[in-house]
Protein backbone atom coordinates (compact mmCIF):
# COMPACT_ATOMS: atom_id res chain seq x y z
CA UNK A 1 0.00 0.00 0.00
CA UNK A 2 1.23 3.58 -1.39
CA UNK A 3 1.68 5.37 2.13
CA UNK A 4 2.16 9.17 3.68
CA UNK A 5 2.92 10.39 7.01
CA UNK A 6 -0.25 10.30 9.67
CA UNK A 7 -1.76 12.60 11.85
CA UNK A 8 0.67 13.11 14.92
CA UNK A 9 0.02 14.93 17.64
CA UNK A 10 2.34 16.12 20.08
CA UNK A 11 0.10 15.52 22.92
CA UNK A 12 -1.49 12.46 21.71
CA UNK A 13 0.40 9.03 21.11
CA UNK A 14 -2.89 7.68 20.07
CA UNK A 15 -2.97 8.92 17.04
CA UNK A 16 -0.78 7.12 15.20
CA UNK A 17 1.16 6.96 12.22
CA UNK A 18 -0.86 5.70 9.05
CA UNK A 19 2.17 3.60 8.19
CA UNK A 20 1.73 1.16 10.96
CA UNK A 21 -1.94 0.35 9.62
CA UNK A 22 -2.37 -3.21 8.29
CA UNK A 23 -5.87 -2.97 7.65
CA UNK A 24 -9.05 -0.83 5.95
CA UNK A 25 -10.66 -0.82 9.02
CA UNK A 26 -7.76 0.01 11.17
CA UNK A 27 -6.30 2.78 8.98
CA UNK A 28 -10.04 4.27 9.97
CA UNK A 29 -9.46 3.99 13.52
CA UNK A 30 -9.05 7.80 14.42
CA UNK A 31 -10.72 10.00 16.47
CA UNK A 32 -11.31 13.22 14.77
CA UNK A 33 -12.19 14.60 18.30
CA UNK A 34 -8.50 14.84 19.34
CA UNK A 35 -7.10 16.22 16.43
CA UNK A 36 -5.43 19.76 17.77
CA UNK A 37 -7.49 22.61 17.95
CA UNK A 38 -7.58 25.22 15.70
CA UNK A 39 -5.38 27.94 15.63
CA UNK A 40 -6.28 31.44 15.21
CA UNK A 41 -5.03 34.36 13.72
CA UNK A 42 -4.27 37.76 14.56
CA UNK A 43 -7.42 39.70 12.45
CA UNK A 44 -5.86 42.01 11.06
CA UNK A 45 -3.21 40.42 9.26
CA UNK A 46 -6.07 38.01 7.70
CA UNK A 47 -7.25 40.82 6.33
CA UNK A 48 -4.10 40.50 3.81
CA UNK A 49 -4.24 36.72 3.76
CA UNK A 50 -5.26 36.48 0.01
CA UNK A 51 -4.45 39.16 -1.51
CA UNK A 52 -0.50 39.09 -2.17
CA UNK A 53 0.61 38.64 -5.61
CA UNK A 54 2.41 35.96 -6.78
CA UNK A 55 6.10 37.66 -6.85
CA UNK A 56 5.04 39.31 -3.02
CA UNK A 57 3.97 35.63 -1.90
CA UNK A 58 7.50 34.29 -3.29
CA UNK A 59 9.74 37.37 -2.02
CA UNK A 60 7.86 38.15 1.20
CA UNK A 61 6.96 41.74 -0.18
CA UNK A 62 3.83 43.82 1.24
CA UNK A 63 0.72 43.61 -0.83
CA UNK A 64 0.09 45.77 -3.94
CA UNK A 65 -2.53 48.79 -3.12
CA UNK A 66 -5.97 47.70 -2.87
CA UNK A 67 -8.60 48.09 -6.22
CA UNK A 68 -11.71 49.50 -6.05
CA UNK A 69 -13.16 46.04 -4.96
CA UNK A 70 -11.01 45.26 -2.43
CA UNK A 71 -11.84 49.32 -0.91
CA UNK A 72 -15.74 48.39 -1.62
CA UNK A 73 -15.54 45.18 0.96
CA UNK A 74 -13.17 46.88 3.72
CA UNK A 75 -15.96 49.80 3.75
CA UNK A 76 -19.04 47.23 4.21
CA UNK A 77 -16.24 46.00 7.02
CA UNK A 78 -17.52 49.13 9.16
CA UNK A 79 -20.96 48.08 9.42
CA UNK A 80 -20.38 45.49 11.85
CA UNK A 81 -23.93 44.38 12.25
CA UNK A 82 -24.55 43.36 8.53
CA UNK A 83 -21.09 42.05 7.58
CA UNK A 84 -19.28 40.36 10.24
CA UNK A 85 -17.98 36.31 8.92
CA UNK A 86 -17.77 35.64 12.92
CA UNK A 87 -21.19 35.64 13.42
CA UNK A 88 -23.95 33.21 12.84
CA UNK A 89 -25.80 34.11 9.49
CA UNK A 90 -29.26 35.86 11.20
CA UNK A 91 -31.56 34.34 8.39
CA UNK A 92 -29.88 31.23 7.15
CA UNK A 93 -30.32 28.60 10.10
CA UNK A 94 -33.43 27.13 11.52
CA UNK A 95 -31.70 28.35 15.35
CA UNK A 96 -32.37 31.90 14.08
CA UNK A 97 -34.35 34.18 16.45
CA UNK A 98 -36.22 35.55 13.58
CA UNK A 99 -37.69 32.06 12.61
CA UNK A 100 -37.82 30.93 9.09
CA UNK A 101 -36.29 34.62 8.07
CA UNK A 102 -37.61 36.07 4.93
CA UNK A 103 -38.42 32.48 3.04
CA UNK A 104 -39.79 29.51 4.01
CA UNK A 105 -37.61 27.39 1.80
CA UNK A 106 -34.44 28.32 4.33
CA UNK A 107 -35.51 26.32 7.13
CA UNK A 108 -36.51 23.37 5.16
CA UNK A 109 -33.02 23.49 3.37
CA UNK A 110 -31.17 23.70 6.36
CA UNK A 111 -33.12 20.76 7.48
CA UNK A 112 -32.47 18.93 4.38
CA UNK A 113 -29.22 19.60 4.49
CA UNK A 114 -28.96 18.44 7.77
CA UNK A 115 -30.10 14.94 7.41
CA UNK A 116 -27.64 14.61 4.41
CA UNK A 117 -24.71 14.86 6.83
CA UNK A 118 -22.94 11.33 7.35
CA UNK A 119 -20.69 9.88 10.23
CA UNK A 120 -17.85 8.19 10.87
CA UNK A 121 -16.85 6.95 14.79
CA UNK A 122 -19.31 9.55 15.68
CA UNK A 123 -18.63 12.93 13.61
CA UNK A 124 -19.77 14.35 10.56
CA UNK A 125 -17.40 13.91 7.74
CA UNK A 126 -19.68 14.70 4.23
CA UNK A 127 -22.92 14.77 2.92
CA UNK A 128 -24.40 12.11 0.70
CA UNK A 129 -25.40 13.24 -2.69
CA UNK A 130 -28.62 12.80 -2.62
CA UNK A 131 -31.62 11.72 0.17
CA UNK A 132 -33.86 10.41 -3.06
CA UNK A 133 -35.23 6.78 -1.89
CA UNK A 134 -37.50 6.21 -4.81
CA UNK A 135 -34.93 4.65 -7.03
CA UNK A 136 -32.13 3.05 -6.86
CA UNK A 137 -29.48 4.67 -5.22
CA UNK A 138 -26.12 3.70 -7.39
CA UNK A 139 -23.41 6.02 -6.15
CA UNK A 140 -25.97 8.92 -4.58
CA UNK A 141 -25.68 7.62 -1.24
CA UNK A 142 -21.85 8.72 -1.39
CA UNK A 143 -19.79 11.71 -0.81
CA UNK A 144 -17.93 13.52 -3.76
CA UNK A 145 -15.63 15.58 -3.22
CA UNK A 146 -17.08 17.95 -5.63
CA UNK A 147 -20.50 17.60 -4.64
CA UNK A 148 -19.46 18.47 -0.56
CA UNK A 149 -17.64 21.59 -1.66
CA UNK A 150 -21.11 23.73 -1.59
CA UNK A 151 -21.94 21.87 1.37
CA UNK A 152 -18.64 22.59 3.08
CA UNK A 153 -18.77 26.61 1.90
CA UNK A 154 -22.81 26.43 3.96
CA UNK A 155 -21.22 25.34 7.18
CA UNK A 156 -18.18 27.49 7.04
CA UNK A 157 -20.96 30.33 7.05
CA UNK A 158 -22.94 29.09 9.65
CA UNK A 159 -19.67 28.82 11.92
CA UNK A 160 -20.14 25.32 11.64
CA UNK A 161 -16.04 24.51 10.57
CA UNK A 162 -15.68 21.16 12.12
CA UNK A 163 -17.57 19.60 9.69
CA UNK A 164 -15.38 20.85 6.93
CA UNK A 165 -12.48 20.21 8.90
CA UNK A 166 -13.27 16.29 9.80
CA UNK A 167 -13.92 16.02 5.65
CA UNK A 168 -10.72 17.51 4.74
CA UNK A 169 -8.56 14.86 6.60
CA UNK A 170 -10.56 11.74 6.07
CA UNK A 171 -10.71 12.39 2.43
CA UNK A 172 -6.39 12.94 2.69
CA UNK A 173 -6.69 9.48 4.63
CA UNK A 174 -7.77 8.33 1.13
CA UNK A 175 -5.25 9.99 -0.80
CA UNK A 176 -2.69 7.87 0.65
CA UNK A 177 -3.99 5.01 -0.34
CA UNK A 178 -2.86 2.39 -3.08
CA UNK A 179 -4.52 3.00 -5.89
CA UNK A 180 -5.14 0.50 -8.87
CA UNK A 181 -7.40 0.19 -11.80
CA UNK A 182 -7.16 -3.12 -13.93
CA UNK A 183 -3.51 -3.36 -12.43
CA UNK A 184 -2.86 -0.07 -13.40
CA UNK A 185 -1.67 2.07 -10.42
CA UNK A 186 -2.87 5.90 -10.53
CA UNK A 187 -0.59 8.36 -9.02
CA UNK A 188 -0.26 8.89 -5.84
CA UNK A 189 -1.52 12.30 -5.41
CA UNK A 190 -5.31 11.64 -6.61
CA UNK A 191 -8.06 12.56 -4.86
CA UNK A 192 -11.16 9.93 -4.49
CA UNK A 193 -14.11 10.92 -6.53
CA UNK A 194 -16.38 9.83 -3.52
CA UNK A 195 -16.35 7.39 -0.64
CA UNK A 196 -18.52 5.38 1.34
CA UNK A 197 -18.75 4.72 5.42
CA UNK A 198 -19.86 0.61 5.75
CA UNK A 199 -21.41 -0.20 8.86
CA UNK A 200 -20.88 -3.76 10.36
CA UNK A 201 -23.47 -4.10 12.90
CA UNK A 202 -22.81 -7.90 13.51
CA UNK A 203 -19.03 -6.84 14.36
CA UNK A 204 -19.65 -3.37 15.22
CA UNK A 205 -17.19 -1.83 12.94
CA UNK A 206 -17.05 0.84 10.67
CA UNK A 207 -15.09 1.12 7.41
CA UNK A 208 -14.48 3.80 4.14
CA UNK A 209 -14.53 2.28 0.86
CA UNK A 210 -13.28 5.20 -1.29
CA UNK A 211 -13.95 5.00 -5.36
CA UNK A 212 -10.54 7.00 -7.49
CA UNK A 213 -12.39 5.95 -10.79
CA UNK A 214 -12.33 2.33 -10.94
CA UNK A 215 -16.38 2.43 -10.25
CA UNK A 216 -17.32 5.53 -12.05
CA UNK A 217 -19.03 5.59 -15.73
CA UNK A 218 -16.55 5.52 -18.06
CA UNK A 219 -13.54 4.19 -15.66
CA UNK A 220 -12.52 7.74 -15.45
CA UNK A 221 -10.23 9.33 -12.50
CA UNK A 222 -11.84 12.93 -11.14
CA UNK A 223 -8.87 15.37 -11.93
CA UNK A 224 -11.13 17.85 -10.31
CA UNK A 225 -11.61 16.72 -6.88
CA UNK A 226 -7.89 17.42 -5.51
CA UNK A 227 -8.30 21.24 -7.13
CA UNK A 228 -11.63 21.34 -5.41
CA UNK A 229 -9.92 19.97 -1.97
CA UNK A 230 -7.23 22.51 -2.20
CA UNK A 231 -10.05 25.38 -3.01
CA UNK A 232 -11.98 23.95 0.10
CA UNK A 233 -8.81 23.97 2.28
CA UNK A 234 -8.17 27.81 1.68
CA UNK A 235 -11.90 28.34 2.20
CA UNK A 236 -11.42 27.25 5.46
CA UNK A 237 -8.49 28.72 6.43
CA UNK A 238 -9.63 32.01 5.30
CA UNK A 239 -13.03 31.80 6.82
CA UNK A 240 -11.96 29.98 10.42
CA UNK A 241 -8.59 32.30 10.48
CA UNK A 242 -7.10 29.45 11.42
CA UNK A 243 -3.87 28.33 9.55
CA UNK A 244 -2.58 25.12 11.63
CA UNK A 245 -4.65 22.84 9.84
CA UNK A 246 -3.23 23.39 6.09
CA UNK A 247 0.03 24.20 8.04
CA UNK A 248 -0.12 20.56 8.91
CA UNK A 249 2.82 18.42 7.58
CA UNK A 250 0.40 15.86 6.07
CA UNK A 251 -1.77 18.50 4.25
CA UNK A 252 1.24 20.40 3.03
CA UNK A 253 2.51 17.05 1.51
CA UNK A 254 -0.90 16.48 0.25
CA UNK A 255 -1.11 19.70 -1.94
CA UNK A 256 2.58 18.70 -3.06
CA UNK A 257 1.20 15.58 -4.60
CA UNK A 258 -1.41 16.93 -6.03
CA UNK A 259 0.75 19.48 -7.72
CA UNK A 260 3.05 17.25 -8.59
CA UNK A 261 0.56 15.64 -11.04
CA UNK A 262 -0.31 19.03 -12.62
CA UNK A 263 2.98 20.07 -13.03
CA UNK A 264 4.89 17.77 -14.23
CA UNK A 265 6.56 18.06 -17.32
CA UNK A 266 6.11 16.47 -20.34
CA UNK A 267 5.58 16.52 -23.99
CA UNK A 268 2.77 19.20 -23.82
CA UNK A 269 3.74 22.65 -25.52
CA UNK A 270 0.78 24.31 -23.83
CA UNK A 271 0.34 25.09 -19.78
CA UNK A 272 -3.10 24.40 -20.07
CA UNK A 273 -4.28 20.72 -18.48
CA UNK A 274 -4.57 17.84 -20.99
CA UNK A 275 -7.82 15.80 -19.82
CA UNK A 276 -10.27 13.02 -20.93
CA UNK A 277 -13.89 13.10 -21.14
CA UNK A 278 -15.47 12.32 -17.95
CA UNK A 279 -13.14 13.80 -15.23
CA UNK A 280 -14.90 16.69 -14.11
CA UNK A 281 -18.64 17.82 -13.08
CA UNK A 282 -19.39 16.90 -16.49
CA UNK A 283 -18.75 12.84 -15.73
CA UNK A 284 -19.67 11.16 -18.82
CA UNK A 285 -18.79 11.30 -22.70
CA UNK A 286 -19.28 15.00 -23.97
CA UNK A 287 -17.07 15.76 -26.25
CA UNK A 288 -14.51 17.94 -23.61
CA UNK A 289 -11.63 15.59 -23.92
CA UNK A 290 -8.57 18.10 -24.32
CA UNK A 291 -8.48 20.99 -22.52
CA UNK A 292 -11.95 21.55 -20.81
CA UNK A 293 -12.27 25.37 -19.89
CA UNK A 294 -13.72 23.79 -16.13
CA UNK A 295 -10.48 21.74 -15.56
CA UNK A 296 -8.19 24.88 -16.60
CA UNK A 297 -10.20 27.70 -14.40
CA UNK A 298 -9.81 24.72 -11.34
CA UNK A 299 -6.32 24.39 -12.06
CA UNK A 300 -5.41 27.99 -12.41
CA UNK A 301 -7.38 28.89 -9.20
CA UNK A 302 -5.79 25.77 -6.90
CA UNK A 303 -2.64 27.13 -7.74
CA UNK A 304 -3.24 30.90 -6.98
CA UNK A 305 -4.72 29.36 -3.14
CA UNK A 306 -1.82 26.49 -2.93
CA UNK A 307 0.13 29.36 -3.17
CA UNK A 308 -1.21 31.00 -0.53
CA UNK A 309 -0.96 28.01 1.66
CA UNK A 310 2.11 26.45 1.09
CA UNK A 311 5.03 27.09 3.57
CA UNK A 312 7.88 28.37 1.72
CA UNK A 313 10.32 25.86 3.49
CA UNK A 314 12.66 23.15 1.73
CA UNK A 315 10.08 21.20 0.49
CA UNK A 316 7.35 24.20 -0.44
CA UNK A 317 9.78 26.68 -2.06
CA UNK A 318 10.10 24.67 -5.14
CA UNK A 319 6.43 24.21 -5.63
CA UNK A 320 6.07 27.56 -4.93
CA UNK A 321 8.33 28.94 -7.75
CA UNK A 322 6.79 26.90 -10.14
CA UNK A 323 3.69 27.63 -9.50
CA UNK A 324 4.96 31.05 -10.04
CA UNK A 325 6.04 30.45 -13.54
CA UNK A 326 2.91 28.13 -14.54
CA UNK A 327 0.41 31.06 -13.69
CA UNK A 328 2.20 33.47 -15.54
CA UNK A 329 1.94 31.07 -18.81
CA UNK A 330 -1.47 29.93 -18.40
CA UNK A 331 -3.16 33.01 -17.62
CA UNK A 332 -1.69 34.24 -20.77
CA UNK A 333 -2.90 31.50 -23.22
CA UNK A 334 -6.39 31.54 -21.46
CA UNK A 335 -6.88 35.25 -22.18
CA UNK A 336 -5.58 34.82 -25.66
CA UNK A 337 -6.43 31.72 -26.97
CA UNK A 338 -9.21 31.09 -25.03
CA UNK A 339 -11.28 34.31 -24.85
CA UNK A 340 -14.23 34.99 -27.34
CA UNK A 341 -16.12 38.35 -27.96
CA UNK A 342 -17.36 40.11 -31.08
CA UNK A 343 -13.92 41.53 -32.50
CA UNK A 344 -12.01 37.86 -31.56
CA UNK A 345 -14.79 36.02 -33.41
CA UNK A 346 -14.82 38.54 -36.45
CA UNK A 347 -11.01 37.61 -36.28
CA UNK A 348 -11.41 33.85 -36.28
CA UNK A 349 -14.38 33.80 -39.35
CA UNK A 350 -11.09 35.88 -41.61
CA UNK A 351 -8.51 33.42 -40.47
CA UNK A 352 -6.07 32.14 -42.75
CA UNK A 353 -5.13 28.12 -42.45
CA UNK A 354 -2.23 26.37 -42.93
CA UNK A 355 0.20 29.02 -41.61
CA UNK A 356 3.76 28.27 -40.33
CA UNK A 357 6.18 29.58 -37.77
CA UNK A 358 6.26 31.97 -34.50
CA UNK A 359 4.47 34.50 -36.92
CA UNK A 360 1.05 32.56 -37.59
CA UNK A 361 -1.79 34.26 -36.43
CA UNK A 362 -4.46 31.25 -36.53
CA UNK A 363 -1.88 28.81 -34.29
CA UNK A 364 -3.93 26.36 -33.54
CA UNK A 365 -4.91 26.23 -37.42
CA UNK A 366 -8.77 26.31 -36.54
CA UNK A 367 -10.63 26.21 -39.51
CA UNK A 368 -13.31 29.31 -40.44
CA UNK A 369 -15.64 26.87 -42.19
CA UNK A 370 -16.04 24.99 -38.66
CA UNK A 371 -17.89 27.76 -37.18
CA UNK A 372 -21.01 27.01 -35.88
CA UNK A 373 -24.11 29.31 -37.07
CA UNK A 374 -25.70 29.79 -33.52
CA UNK A 375 -22.86 31.82 -32.32
CA UNK A 376 -22.91 34.45 -34.56
CA UNK A 377 -26.25 35.46 -32.78
CA UNK A 378 -25.25 33.91 -29.41
CA UNK A 379 -22.62 36.94 -29.12
CA UNK A 380 -23.74 40.13 -28.17
CA UNK A 381 -22.22 43.36 -29.29
CA UNK A 382 -20.91 44.09 -25.42
CA UNK A 383 -20.32 40.63 -23.97
CA UNK A 384 -17.87 37.40 -24.18
CA UNK A 385 -16.55 34.26 -22.58
CA UNK A 386 -14.15 31.58 -22.00
CA UNK A 387 -14.31 28.98 -24.81
CA UNK A 388 -15.33 25.61 -24.15
CA UNK A 389 -12.08 23.64 -25.20
CA UNK A 390 -9.00 25.26 -27.55
CA UNK A 391 -6.61 22.60 -29.19
CA UNK A 392 -4.93 21.81 -32.52
CA UNK A 393 -7.86 22.39 -35.02
CA UNK A 394 -10.12 22.67 -32.15
CA UNK A 395 -12.57 25.53 -31.12
CA UNK A 396 -15.42 24.28 -28.82
CA UNK A 397 -17.53 27.31 -29.13
CA UNK A 398 -19.94 26.22 -26.35
CA UNK A 399 -20.74 28.28 -23.34
CA UNK A 400 -19.88 25.96 -19.98
CA UNK A 401 -21.17 27.61 -16.85
CA UNK A 402 -18.89 26.52 -14.18
CA UNK A 403 -15.76 26.98 -16.10
CA UNK A 404 -16.59 30.56 -16.73
CA UNK A 405 -17.44 31.62 -12.85
CA UNK A 406 -15.02 30.07 -11.33
CA UNK A 407 -12.81 32.04 -14.18
CA UNK A 408 -13.99 35.14 -12.47
CA UNK A 409 -13.75 33.93 -8.80
CA UNK A 410 -10.10 33.08 -9.26
CA UNK A 411 -8.92 36.26 -11.40
CA UNK A 412 -7.91 34.36 -14.29
CA UNK A 413 -10.65 36.63 -16.07
CA UNK A 414 -9.29 39.96 -16.02
CA UNK A 415 -11.67 42.80 -14.90
CA UNK A 416 -12.19 43.86 -18.22
CA UNK A 417 -13.34 40.05 -19.41
CA UNK A 418 -15.13 39.36 -16.27
CA UNK A 419 -17.26 42.30 -17.07
CA UNK A 420 -17.99 41.18 -20.42
CA UNK A 421 -18.88 37.66 -18.68
CA UNK A 422 -21.86 39.35 -17.16
CA UNK A 423 -23.10 41.89 -20.14
CA UNK A 424 -23.22 38.06 -21.44
CA UNK A 425 -25.21 36.20 -19.01
CA UNK A 426 -27.70 39.75 -19.19
CA UNK A 427 -27.96 39.52 -23.18
CA UNK A 428 -28.61 36.05 -22.89
CA UNK A 429 -30.79 35.84 -19.85
CA UNK A 430 -33.41 33.73 -21.98
CA UNK A 431 -31.07 31.28 -22.92
CA UNK A 432 -28.84 30.77 -20.13
CA UNK A 433 -31.05 31.50 -17.54
CA UNK A 434 -34.78 31.08 -18.60
CA UNK A 435 -37.35 29.65 -16.30
CA UNK A 436 -34.46 27.58 -14.06
CA UNK A 437 -31.00 28.58 -13.78
CA UNK A 438 -28.51 27.64 -14.22
CA UNK A 439 -27.51 26.19 -17.93
CA UNK A 440 -24.32 24.23 -17.01
CA UNK A 441 -23.73 24.45 -21.05
CA UNK A 442 -25.27 25.75 -23.82
CA UNK A 443 -26.26 25.16 -26.81
CA UNK A 444 -26.97 21.39 -26.69
CA UNK A 445 -25.81 19.23 -29.04
CA UNK A 446 -28.39 16.91 -31.08
CA UNK A 447 -28.75 14.57 -34.12
CA UNK A 448 -25.82 13.37 -35.64
CA UNK A 449 -23.36 15.66 -33.52
CA UNK A 450 -24.91 14.16 -30.42
CA UNK A 451 -24.71 10.61 -31.90
CA UNK A 452 -20.81 10.88 -32.84
CA UNK A 453 -20.17 13.28 -29.45
CA UNK A 454 -21.86 11.33 -27.02
CA UNK A 455 -22.14 7.40 -28.51
CA UNK A 456 -25.58 7.97 -28.48
CA UNK A 457 -25.85 8.56 -24.82
CA UNK A 458 -29.41 8.45 -23.58
CA UNK A 459 -29.08 10.47 -20.33
CA UNK A 460 -27.39 13.46 -21.89
CA UNK A 461 -30.07 14.10 -24.78
CA UNK A 462 -30.59 17.35 -26.32
CA UNK A 463 -31.52 19.87 -23.36
CA UNK A 464 -31.17 17.13 -20.87
CA UNK A 465 -28.14 16.76 -17.75
CA UNK A 466 -25.08 17.67 -18.83
CA UNK A 467 -26.06 18.47 -22.53
CA UNK A 468 -27.72 22.05 -21.70
CA UNK A 469 -29.63 20.71 -19.04
CA UNK A 470 -30.31 23.74 -15.93
CA UNK A 471 -28.74 23.05 -12.33
CA UNK A 472 -29.65 24.55 -9.44
CA UNK A 473 -26.42 23.82 -8.02
CA UNK A 474 -24.72 26.83 -10.17
CA UNK A 475 -26.56 29.48 -8.01
CA UNK A 476 -24.02 29.65 -6.02
CA UNK A 477 -21.30 30.13 -8.67
CA UNK A 478 -23.50 32.70 -10.51
CA UNK A 479 -24.02 34.44 -7.27
CA UNK A 480 -20.18 34.96 -6.14
CA UNK A 481 -19.65 36.21 -9.61
CA UNK A 482 -22.29 38.54 -9.56
CA UNK A 483 -21.39 39.93 -6.21
CA UNK A 484 -16.98 40.15 -7.18
CA UNK A 485 -18.25 41.59 -10.22
CA UNK A 486 -20.59 44.29 -8.81
CA UNK A 487 -23.84 42.82 -10.06
CA UNK A 488 -25.59 41.18 -7.23
CA UNK A 489 -29.15 42.04 -9.16
CA UNK A 490 -28.76 39.70 -11.49
CA UNK A 491 -27.82 36.79 -8.59
CA UNK A 492 -31.19 38.10 -7.23
CA UNK A 493 -33.17 37.28 -9.97
CA UNK A 494 -31.92 34.26 -10.83
CA UNK A 495 -32.42 33.17 -7.42
CA UNK A 496 -35.79 34.47 -6.82
CA UNK A 497 -36.87 32.58 -10.21
CA UNK A 498 -35.70 29.02 -8.20
CA UNK A 499 -37.74 30.02 -5.28
CA UNK A 500 -40.69 29.47 -7.40
CA UNK A 501 -40.43 26.11 -8.59
CA UNK A 502 -37.05 24.54 -6.18
CA UNK A 503 -39.19 23.10 -3.04
CA UNK A 504 -41.99 22.60 -4.52
CA UNK A 505 -40.42 20.19 -7.48
CA UNK A 506 -38.44 18.49 -4.25
CA UNK A 507 -34.91 19.91 -4.56
CA UNK A 508 -34.40 18.03 -8.20
CA UNK A 509 -30.38 17.60 -9.20
CA UNK A 510 -31.27 19.59 -12.77
CA UNK A 511 -33.86 20.11 -14.95
CA UNK A 512 -34.63 19.55 -18.48
CA UNK A 513 -35.87 21.48 -21.69
CA UNK A 514 -34.75 24.84 -23.45
CA UNK A 515 -36.16 27.17 -20.60
CA UNK A 516 -35.63 24.36 -17.92
CA UNK A 517 -39.42 23.99 -17.64
CA UNK A 518 -38.96 20.26 -16.82
CA UNK A 519 -37.09 18.28 -14.19
CA UNK A 520 -35.03 16.53 -15.41
CA UNK A 521 -36.05 12.89 -16.62
CA UNK A 522 -33.57 11.08 -14.43
CA UNK A 523 -32.37 13.57 -11.80
CA UNK A 524 -33.11 12.82 -8.24
CA UNK A 525 -35.10 14.54 -5.70
CA UNK A 526 -33.54 15.71 -2.73
CA UNK A 527 -29.91 16.60 -4.25
CA UNK A 528 -27.69 17.64 -1.72
CA UNK A 529 -25.83 20.15 -3.96
CA UNK A 530 -28.66 21.76 -5.39
CA UNK A 531 -29.96 22.08 -1.68
CA UNK A 532 -26.62 23.74 -0.31
CA UNK A 533 -25.84 26.16 -3.44
CA UNK A 534 -29.30 27.72 -2.59
CA UNK A 535 -28.41 28.33 1.09
CA UNK A 536 -24.90 29.46 -0.35
CA UNK A 537 -26.35 31.87 -2.56
CA UNK A 538 -28.88 33.64 -0.18
CA UNK A 539 -25.95 33.82 3.14
CA UNK A 540 -23.50 35.48 0.14
CA UNK A 541 -25.98 37.83 -0.74
CA UNK A 542 -27.22 38.53 2.96
CA UNK A 543 -23.25 38.78 3.86
CA UNK A 544 -20.81 39.64 0.91
CA UNK A 545 -18.49 38.99 2.88
CA UNK A 546 -18.90 35.41 2.31
CA UNK A 547 -17.44 35.94 -1.05
CA UNK A 548 -13.54 36.18 0.48
CA UNK A 549 -14.10 32.23 1.05
CA UNK A 550 -14.24 31.99 -3.07
CA UNK A 551 -12.91 34.58 -4.17
CA UNK A 552 -9.16 35.42 -5.07
CA UNK A 553 -8.40 39.62 -6.17
CA UNK A 554 -6.22 39.99 -9.74
CA UNK A 555 -2.88 39.78 -8.90
CA UNK A 556 -1.37 42.86 -10.00
CA UNK A 557 2.11 41.18 -11.52
CA UNK A 558 0.49 39.26 -14.02
CA UNK A 559 1.15 40.75 -17.45
CA UNK A 560 -1.41 42.52 -19.14
CA UNK A 561 -3.34 40.41 -22.18
CA UNK A 562 -1.45 40.60 -25.04
CA UNK A 563 -2.03 40.28 -28.50
CA UNK A 564 -1.21 36.80 -30.38
CA UNK A 565 0.43 38.90 -33.11
CA UNK A 566 1.47 42.57 -34.35
CA UNK A 567 -0.34 41.93 -37.85
CA UNK A 568 -3.77 42.66 -35.25
Known sequence: MSTHSGYISNNDDSIRNIDSFNSVAELEDIDFSRLPRPRNLNIERQGSYDERSYTDTQLGFSPHPPSRAENFFRALEHFDSILSPSK???????????????HPMIAEAWDSLRRTLVYFRGQPVGTIA???????????????VRDFVPSALAFLMNREPEIVKNFILKTLRLQSWEKKIDR?????GVMPASFKVLHDPV???????????????????????????????RAYTKSTGDTSLSEMPECQKGMRLILSLCLS?????????????GCSMIDRRMGVYGYPIEIQALFFMALRCALLLLKPDAEGKEFIERIVKRLHALSYHMRNYFWLDLKQLNDIYRYKTEEYSHTAVNKFNVMPDS??????????????????????????????????????????????????????????????????????CYPAIEGHEWRIVTGCDPKNTRWSYHNGGSWPVLLWLLTAACIKTGRPQIARRAIELAEQRLSKDGWPEYYDGKLGRFIGKQARKYQTWSIAGYLVAKMMLEDPSHLGMVSLEEDKQLKPVLKRSASF
Open 88 to 102: RSEFTTPRSPFGQGP
Open 130 to 144: ALDNSDEKLNYDQVF
Open 184 to 188: FQLGE
Open 203 to 233: RNTETVIADFGESAIGRVAPIDSGFWWIILL
Open 265 to 277: EGFDTFPTLLCAD
Open 371 to 440: LPEWVFDFMPISGGYFLGNVGPSNMDFRWFCLGNCIAILSSLATPEQATKIMDLIESRWHELVGEMPLKV
